[in-house]
Each structure stands twice: as C-alpha cells, then as structure tokens.
C-alpha cells in the first residue's frame, strides 16, 4: 500500500508539474485575515512537529514565511526580513480566484534572503497543520502592493524564482504594484527562472539572470509605466527567447536606466521601453551569431550606447544606426557586422582590442574615413594587427600585448598611453608609428 501511494504521488507530479514542500522547523505562517508583520500574535511557528505561539521572536533571515489565502499583511515599521517568501494565490489549484494572500508593504521594505514561490491551499490555523503546499507556475494577480514600499532580495548566491513555483503576474485587480530590489551581496548570483512583474526594478549590487521583467506599476496610477535601473554596482545578464523588458506582452514600460552592466546572452534581445538611457556598459556575449538588441511595441530605439562590448564568438550585427560615446570593446573572438546600417563614434571615443585570441582590425569597427575612432586601446595578450594605414587624433593606449603594423602605418598625437617591454608596438614591415608633433605639421 506505501508502494502504491509513493507511485501515484510520483504520477501526480509528473502530470500536474506542480512541486510540494513541507513546513520545516522555524517556519512561520500569518494566522488572521488581517495582520501585522511585527505583531507577534498575528504570526503561527513551526517548531517541527506542531504549529503553535512563536518563541518571543519575530521571523528572522532563516525563516520561511507562508502569507496564507485571504490574509493581509502590513508591514507598518522597518526591519522585516524572512528566508523563503510563500504567497498563497488561490485556496484550490484554479487560477482564477482572488482568495489569495498579500502583503501590504506602505512606505517600507521587506528583506527576503531565500526564494519566492507561489502555492495554493486553504489556510489553517491554531494548531492545525498547513497542507503541504502545492506550488504552481501561475500568479492570478500581484499580491504585493504599495506605490514606494518595496521586497528587496538580500544575501547570497541561489534561485530567487523556480520553475513551476512563480511567475509574471497579472492586473486582474485593482492595484498598485509594489517596487522591488536586488540588492545581493557584491560577486554573488541571484536567478529569476521565472518571468516577473513588479512596479519599479532596481538593481543595486550582484549578478542577477532574468528572462523577462515586466516593470508594470499597476491599474490604480495615473502613470502605469514601471521603470527599470540597472546601478553601477550591478550586472544583469539577460536570456529569455521574448522582450526582456516590457510592461505587457504589447505594453510598454517606463525608463530603461544602466549605469551598471546590462549583458545580454540571447541572439535577438528585444525591448520594449518608452526610454533606453545606456550610461553603464552593454555587453552581447552569446557564443554565435547575434544581433544587438532592437526596439518591440513601438518602442524606443535602443542604438545610443556608452559602453558597448561585444564578446563570446560570432558576428554580432547592429539591429540599427548605432552610436558609442565611450568604449567599444572587441572581445572574445567576436566581429562586428552592420547588417546595412551606421555605426558612429563619439568625440571621446575609444576602440579597445581585448580578444581572447590573437585579433586583426578591420574597415567595420575601424575605418579609414567617415566615423573614425578617435583612440585606440591595445589590450590583448595575444597580439592585434593593424589591416590597414590608420590615423587616431586622440590617445594610442598599450595596456597589454603588441600591435603588430606590418605594411601599414599608425598615425596618433602624442603621448602614448601606457606600453612595456609586453606591451608596445612592432614594425617588422613597410609601416611605421607616425607621430604628430603638437601645435605642427610635423610627423615623426
């Protein structure tokens, strides 16, 4: 008979895709429709066996919460914080009723350190045994609202969404949607295998995956259009086969801001904003062929970068006329390709060589006329060759390996940034290093 019920609950899993959990000592769980996160009364404790009074302490960073179905939860002071974050969306596995749970956050934050999952079950209470939540990859409707409050995922590296467990939610009742941040500490990773919709994304510090963000603030403000800030302490590297960054499925957001690094790993990013702001540095690495991300829903032109390196392997096209202020990076053993349109330097401008391999210049990243790049920047191991007679007006940098001139020349104004005895330029053919002398026309 325990065969018999081990093999049905396997069949079960396999054919619904939901997942189950069980309550674990030190969890926690609202126990009233309508509750305070820092009342203590308001809150059940699991202490293994039974759920009875907590033991004189609020949820801690170690402890999973459960906000159960038809609970409210506000939070109306600083310092709440838990582990694993489980939202009860619907009392039965439909995904069409609002007896849910929700967390009212006002003007404050709530520190999650673990995950977020979505289940469904009937609340409990005394000490009645929570139903072994069933997760399932279907949020009905965002059930965390505040217009400034915000859940900020803190700490280390670990999925902050799972398959099967979260996901985008919808609007389907009048709300205003709370912000959230990703504030892990610096070097660690968080992962959203999920896609998911919040009011305001910020991304403080740590490396977070996303699929698609969805920065919707809700039906309930007159400006609906969440924005998204990718901080300079803070790398988001994006994967998703649809729009990264959208407000709906045809909807757009607000404000793309990155002053951090944006770095895009699939081979047709999209985004749908109604302003992309590149301050920080955006980075296509895929290993192949890829093209830069391009505008979706009539959005705006994402072609104006600061920063734009391009590395892993293959050709990565321009999806439109492109613009680099600061520094394109050639990395990896990546080429450009402008697919028919224009690539523009700044007036600052810089072209840095720092493949993985040995790399040659060519006409697409470094031409001879039109948009030149004013400087130049030598900093592969491996060596770079100049394919043709170039002139820069601005600053030759050699931070690392040899440029290799061969029959062509270099003209730059002095000085020369940089160089060592592993880092210099060599003349082994008919070209030469010209330099112009300031304030002449004289060349050396």
């Given at each position: 008979m325990k065969k018999m019920f081990l093999f049905l609950a396997l069949i079960l899993v396999l054919t619904t895709g939901v997942?189950?959990?069980?309550?674990?000592?030190?969890?926690?769980?609202?126990?009233?429709?309508?509750?305070?996160?820092?009342?203590?009364?308001?809150?059940?404790?699991?202490?293994?066996?039974?759920?009875?009074?907590?033991?004189?302490s609020l949820p801690t960073s170690t402890s999973n919460v459960f906000i159960q179905s038809g609970h409210t939860v506000s939070l109306t002071t600083t310092g709440a914080v838990c582990k694993d974050l489980n939202m009860c969306n619907n009392t039965t596995s439909s995904t069409t009723s609002t007896v849910r749970g929700t967390i009212q956050l006002s003007t404050f934050t709530?520190?999650?350190?673990?995950?977020?999952?979505?289940?469904?079950?009937?609340?409990?209470?005394?000490?009645?045994?929570?139903?072994?939540?069933?997760?399932?990859?279907?949020?009905?409707?965002?059930?965390?609202?505040?217009?400034?409050?915000?859940?900020?995922?803190?700490?280390?590296?670990?999925?902050?969404?799972?398959?099967?467990?979260?996901?985008?939610?919808?609007?389907?009742?009048?709300?205003?949607?709370?912000?959230?941040?990703?504030?892990?500490?610096?070097?660690?990773?968080?992962?959203?295998?999920?896609?998911?919709?919040?009011?305001?994304?910020?991304?403080?510090?740590?490396?977070?995956?996303?699929?698609?963000?969805?920065?919707?603030?809700?039906?309930?403000?007159?400006?609906?259009?969440?924005?998204?800030?990718?901080?300079?302490?803070?790398?988001?590297?994006?994967?998703?086969?649809?729009?990264?960054?959208?407000?709906?499925?045809?909807?757009?957001?607000?404000?793309?801001?990155?002053?951090g690094t944006l770095e895009f790993t699939n081979s047709s990013p999209k985004i749908a904003m109604t302003t992309c702001t590149f301050n920080g540095t955006v980075v296509y690495s895929l290993a192949g062929i890829q093209t830069l991300a391009i505008a979706a829903s009539s959005g705006a032109s994402p072609f104006t970068y600061t920063n734009l390196t391009l590395s892993g392997s293959g050709a990565k096209t321009l999806g439109g006329n492109t613009s680099v202020s600061g520094t394109l990076s050639m990395q990896g053993t990546a080429s450009l390709a402008l697919g028919g349109f224009t690539l523009t330097y700044g007036g600052s401008s810089t072209l840095e060589y720092a493949g993985s391999a040995s790399q040659t210049s060519t006409d697409v990243e470094f031409p001879g006329s039109g948009s030149v790049p004013p400087s130049l920047k030598i900093n592969n191991s491996n060596g770079v060759i100049l394919h043709a007679t170039r002139t820069i007006s601005g600053t030759l940098t050699l931070a690392s390996g040899t440029l290799t001139l061969g029959a062509n020349s270099l003209t730059v104004t002095p000085p020369i940034s940089g160089g060592s005895t592993s880092s210099y330029v060599v003349t082994n053919g008919a070209g030469g290093l010209i330099q112009n002398v300031p304030g002449t026309s004289t060349n050396v």
């Open positions: 997942n189950f959990a069980q309550p674990v000592a030190g969890d926690y769980r609202s126990n009233t429709a309508t509750a305070t996160w820092s009342t203590l009364a308001n809150w059940d404790y699991y202490d293994g066996t039974n759920w009875s009074t907590p033991p004189g709530l520190d999650v350190n673990g995950s977020l999952r979505s289940y469904w079950g009937v609340a409990a209470t005394g000490t009645t045994a929570l139903p072994a939540p069933t997760y399932f990859g279907t949020v009905t409707n965002q059930p965390f609202f505040s217009a400034t409050g915000e859940i900020r995922f803190v700490g280390n590296t670990r999925n902050i969404t799972n398959s099967g467990e979260w996901a985008s939610t919808s609007n389907s009742v009048a709300s205003t949607n709370a912000n959230v941040e990703f504030a892990l500490t610096p070097g660690e990773t968080g992962t959203l295998l999920t896609n998911c919709k919040f009011g305001n994304f910020t991304f403080t510090s740590g490396i977070i995956n996303i699929l698609t963000v969805a920065p919707d603030r809700g039906t309930t403000p007159a400006n609906p259009f969440g924005n998204v800030t990718i901080s300079s302490g803070s790398r988001v590297i994006a994967s998703g086969s649809g729009n990264t960054f959208q407000r709906t499925g045809s909807g757009l957001g607000g404000t793309l801001t990155v002053v």
